[in-house]
């Protein structure tokens, strides 16, 4: 068991007003699961991407990752278990301008023990397998979006974390370099990585085996992808007007 | 083994924030150098004045060195009409004062009584105008540590009796032509004929005491001298037994003197005695408040600095949120973050602090040039060097603090999302 997530609630105070961003959410993901975590904005979805990847602590309830409860972890005992356990997948790629791709990809490896003698050739096959064996000199804005999206990759894949957590890694792509990125998280899970992607859109959810969709703080359904809508046969006219746009 | 590892790791993270800090500046390059600035003339100046500083005391130290720190001056003092002295008359120091003086004050190595005059020398058609004919009694020698290069040295016979013999320095000597070893030639000093018996040395020319005339001098005995010209207005030059007693010898020459001189209690002395160890410690004294309160002025200068840094340090930290996000999202801590601003912050500072520097010594070489500063000996001491930098890097330090606390406590949702 990857992650087990007991009543967790997150609750905001926004003036006078308290909000219920995660009102009682439990979740179990096992080893070398691939889940898709949808819903609207509001519906709390990216509340629990920030407690899943230790960015956040809930209010109540407890965050077992790996068996290890880190609900009460210090901030830095946090960072600790965020640069060793959790790849980050941003939809922004938050590469850092001025260093070579490589130097971004190996930035997680700054701030862990690892000795600096193993770092460049671990941030190189990093590198490798994203397949950017040949760009690692490049700067990030010498680089196209799928490019950087997978220095991005490579970047959170460098201390083989626990999981991936990919918060909508393809919203600034087009739909080819989309199918580009996402055939390579079919990959990395072919390969055993756990992966927890928040999207909402239904193509990229399509490549999950596990739908959770987040209502109100809420789960309001978790299937495998077979048994929920997106697994289904998309009905022609929207598959017309998506292909269309 | 932790004791080992602890303190590695630190100084990698240290090493580590210092590349990526370096990687900063190098990056904005223009506003670093403005930045700077304030730490730059700060870290100039003070080095500047300490090197100035330096530089005079090493010449005054040299000078009062030549001098003797362990000499005394006696001399009378005219301090007009008083209770004991109605009309203001002026008692010059007699020589019959000292009689005695050194049973009575045992901190007193030696001293000598002395009178001056200025007089022509003349050897045959050679003459010399202006040269002061001191009479010195035969302890010349030890109090004031001239040597005699050929002949002899006074004798007290040559007191006692009041000889007609005279001792010529060597530019004197030169000057009117006399052979290497005059001893037993004549010369005419004013209008008395002298025997020659010796040759002392030039005086050791001083930077700061200019003593003024040719250079050339020449010496008879006091009893000679007081012979000549009554035995009124004399001076004494004194030495004590080492420079720490001078207070002491001081005290026990004045407490002699007013008993001689028949001074009632409650009198002020008619009489002064300097003691060069107190000018050498009234010197130390201004130059080390001079410093202080260039050190001060510095500070200001620093201080204006230093918010100068916080100001930048604060910019760079709103600049840069998203990626302190990204840091922290990938594993820095929020002490990681602190030490690597702490440390940009710090090295600008020394990046100033060595600008400065360079520009201290630009400036030294600039007072170099002015002459008769006295500054030809100045340099920048280690320790100043050694302040610079400390300053520099607590400035740093204390003034990127703040910004560093900010950058460290930023909240990486927050800032991750930050435009």
Same mark, same amino acid.
């Not at chain 1, 193509?203 to 809508?229: F, T, Y």
């Not at chain 2, 000597?173 to 000093?189: K, T």
């Not at chain 2, 720490?244 to 008619?270: C, M, N, S, T, Y």
């Not at chain 2, 060097?385 to 990486?412: C, E, H, N, Q, T």
């Given at each position: 068991?990857?992650?087990?997530?007991?009543?967790?609630?997150?609750?905001?105070?926004?003036?006078?007003?308290?909000?219920?961003?995660?009102?009682?959410?439990?979740?179990?993901?096992?080893?070398?699961?691939?889940?898709?975590?949808?819903?609207?904005?509001?519906?709390?979805?990216?509340?629990?991407?920030?407690?899943?990847?230790?960015?956040?602590?809930?209010?109540?309830?407890?965050?077992?990752?790996?068996?290890?409860?880190?609900?009460? &972890? @210090? =901030? #830095?005992?946090?960072?600790? /278990?965020?640069?060793? *356990?959790?790849?980050?997948?941003?939809? %922004?790629?938050? +590469?850092?301008?001025?260093?070579?791709?490589?130097?971004?990809?190996?930035?997680?490896?700054?701030?862990?023990?690892?000795?600096?003698?193993?770092?460049?050739?671990?941030?190189?096959?990093?590198?490798?397998?994203?397949?950017?064996?040949?760009?690692?000199?490049?700067?990030?804005?010498? &680089? @196209? =979006? #799928?490019?950087?999206?997978? /220095?991005?990759?490579? *970047?959170?894949?460098?201390?083989?974390? %626990?999981?991936? +957590?990919?918060?909508?890694?393809?919203?600034?792509?087009?739909?080819?370099?989309?199918?580009?990125?996402?055939?390579?998280?079919?990959?990395?899970?072919?390969?055993?990585?756990?992966?927890?992607?928040?999207?909402?859109?239904?193509?990229?959810?399509?490549?999950?085996?596990?739908?959770?969709?987040?209502?109100?703080?809420?789960?309001?359904?978790?299937?495998?992808?077979?048994?929920?809508?997106?697994?289904?046969?998309?009905?022609?006219?929207?598959?017309?007007?998506?292909?269309?746009? | 083994?932790?004791?080992?590892?602890?303190?590695?790791?630190?100084?990698?993270?240290?090493?580590?924030?210092?590349?990526?800090?370096?990687?900063?500046?190098?990056?904005?390059?223009?506003?670093?150098?403005?930045?700077?600035?304030?730490?730059?003339?700060?870290?100039?100046?003070?080095?500047?004045?300490?090197?100035?500083?330096?530089?005079?005391?090493?010449?005054?130290?040299?000078?009062?060195?030549?001098?003797?720190?362990?000499?005394?001056?006696?001399?009378?003092?005219?301090?007009?009409?008083?209770?004991?002295?109605?009309?203001?008359?002026?008692?010059?120091?007699?020589?019959?004062?000292?009689?005695?003086?050194?049973?009575?004050?045992?901190?007193?190595?030696?001293?000598?009584?002395?009178?001056?005059?200025?007089?022509?020398?003349?050897?045959?058609?050679?003459?010399?105008?202006?040269?002061?004919?001191?009479?010195?009694?035969?302890?010349?020698?030890?109090?004031?540590?001239?040597?005699?290069?050929?002949?002899?040295?006074?004798?007290?016979?040559?007191?006692?009796?009041?000889?007609?013999?005279?001792?010529?320095?060597?530019?004197?000597?030169?000057?009117?032509?006399?052979?290497?070893?005059?001893?037993?030639?004549?010369?005419?000093?004013?209008?008395?004929?002298?025997?020659?018996?010796?040759?002392?040395?030039?005086?050791?020319?001083?930077?700061?005491?200019?003593?003024?005339?040719?250079?050339?001098?020449?010496?008879?005995?006091?009893?000679?001298?007081?012979?000549?010209?009554?035995?009124?207005?004399?001076?004494?030059?004194?030495?004590?037994?080492?420079?720490?007693?001078?207070?002491?010898?001081?005290?026990?020459?004045?407490?002699?003197?007013?008993?001689?001189?028949?001074?009632?209690?409650?009198?002020?002395?008619?009489?002064?005695?300097?003691?060069?160890?107190?000018?050498?410690?009234?010197?130390?004294?201004?130059?080390?408040?001079?410093?202080?309160?260039?050190?001060?002025?510095?500070?200001?200068?620093?201080?204006?600095?230093?918010?100068?840094?916080?100001?930048?340090?604060?910019?760079?930290?709103?600049?840069?949120?998203?990626?302190?996000?990204?840091?922290?999202?990938?594993?820095?801590?929020?002490?990681?973050?602190?030490?690597?601003?702490?440390?940009?912050?710090?090295?600008?500072?020394?990046?100033?602090?060595?600008?400065?520097?360079?520009?201290?010594?630009?400036?030294?070489?600039?007072?170099?040039?002015?002459?008769?500063?006295?500054?030809?000996?100045?340099?920048?001491?280690?320790?100043?060097?050694?302040?610079?930098?400390?300053?520099?890097?607590?400035?740093?330090?204390?003034?990127?603090?703040?910004?560093?606390?900010?950058?460290?406590?930023?909240?990486?949702?927050?800032?991750?999302?930050?435009?």
């Amino acid at each position: 068991m990857v992650i087990r997530l007991e009543n967790i609630t997150r609750h905001y105070k926004v003036g006078p007003e308290r909000i219920r961003a995660l009102d009682g959410v439990s979740l179990e993901i096992d080893r070398n699961e691939y889940v898709a975590v949808m819903g609207t904005s509001g519906s709390g979805k990216s509340t629990l991407m920030n407690i899943l990847g230790c960015l956040d602590r809930p209010t109540s309830g407890a965050y077992a990752l790996d068996g290890k409860v880190t609900t009460k &972890l @210090s =901030g #830095g005992a946090l960072a600790k /278990v965020r640069n060793e *356990r959790i790849g980050f997948v941003f939809q %922004s790629f938050e +590469l850092l301008p001025r260093l070579s791709a490589l130097a971004n990809t190996e930035l997680p490896l700054l701030y862990s023990p690892a000795a600096w003698w193993g770092r460049r050739a671990r941030a190189r096959h990093a590198m490798k397998t994203v397949g950017l064996g040949d760009r690692m000199r490049h700067r990030p804005n010498q &680089l @196209s =979006g #799928g490019q950087k999206q997978r /220095v991005a990759i490579a *970047r959170a894949l460098i201390n083989k974390p %626990s999981i991936l +957590l990919a918060d909508e890694p393809t919203g600034n792509l087009d739909s080819a370099t989309t199918d580009e990125i996402l055939g390579l998280f079919d990959e990395l899970h072919r390969s055993g990585q756990t992966i927890i992607l928040v999207t909402h859109e239904p193509d990229v959810a399509r490549h999950a085996r596990r739908i959770i969709r987040m209502k109100d703080g809420r789960v309001q359904s978790d299937l495998p992808v077979d048994a929920d809508v997106v697994g289904q046969q998309v009905p022609a006219p929207l598959a017309a007007v998506e292909g269309a746009a | 083994m932790i004791l080992v590892r602890l303190p590695l790791a630190i100084f990698a993270l240290i090493l580590q924030s210092a590349f990526l800090a370096l990687g900063q500046i190098w990056a904005n390059k223009t506003r670093s150098i403005l930045t700077t600035i304030g730490i730059v003339i700060g870290v100039a100046s003070v080095t500047a004045v300490i090197a100035a500083l330096t530089g005079l005391k090493t010449n005054v130290l040299t000078d009062f060195e030549n001098l003797g720190t362990d000499k005394m001056f006696v001399e009378p003092d005219y301090r007009g009409p008083s209770k004991r002295n109605p009309r203001g008359y002026f008692f010059g120091l007699h020589a019959a004062d000292f009689d005695g003086m050194l049973d009575h004050c045992p901190d007193v190595r030696a001293f000598t009584r002395q009178t001056e005059q200025m007089l022509t020398a003349t050897n045959g058609t050679r003459s010399q105008d202006q040269v002061p004919v001191q009479a010195v009694e035969p302890s010349w020698q030890q109090v004031e540590n001239r040597n005699v290069v050929v002949g002899r040295t006074f004798s007290l016979i040559d007191d006692q009796h009041a000889r007609a013999v005279c001792l010529i320095n060597a530019r004197l000597r030169d000057r009117l032509g006399y052979p290497a070893d005059p001893a037993g030639d004549s010369i005419l000093l004013g209008s008395r004929r002298f025997r020659i018996i010796g040759v002392v040395e030039n005086r050791t020319e001083s930077s700061m005491f200019s003593f003024g005339g040719n250079g050339m001098e020449a010496f008879i005995p006091f009893g000679t001298g007081v012979g000549s010209r009554q035995n009124e207005n004399i001076g004494v030059v004194a030495v004590c037994r080492s420079p720490q007693v001078a207070d002491e010898a001081k005290a026990e020459l004045a407490f002699f003197l007013r008993h001689k001189r028949r001074i009632p209690v409650g009198e002020p002395d008619d009489f002064r005695v300097e003691v060069v160890e107190q000018f050498l410690r009234e010197f130390s004294n201004v130059s080390a408040t001079i410093t202080l309160v260039a050190t001060c002025v510095v500070g200001i200068s620093l201080l204006v600095g230093g918010v100068g840094i916080m100001n930048i340090m604060l910019v760079s930290v709103s600049e840069r949120t998203r990626e302190i996000g990204l840091r922290k999202a990938v594993g820095a801590r929020p002490s990681t973050i602190l030490l690597q601003f702490l440390v940009e912050a710090t090295m600008l500072c020394l990046m100033g602090g060595l600008i400065g520097l360079l520009g201290g010594e630009g400036i030294l070489s600039a007072l170099k040039q002015i002459p008769d500063a006295h500054l030809d000996k100045s340099y920048i001491p280690a320790w100043a060097v050694a302040l610079a930098f400390s300053f520099a890097a607590g400035v740093g330090l204390i003034f990127g603090m703040f910004p560093a606390i900010k950058a460290a406590r930023l909240d990486p949702i927050e800032a991750l999302r930050h435009e």
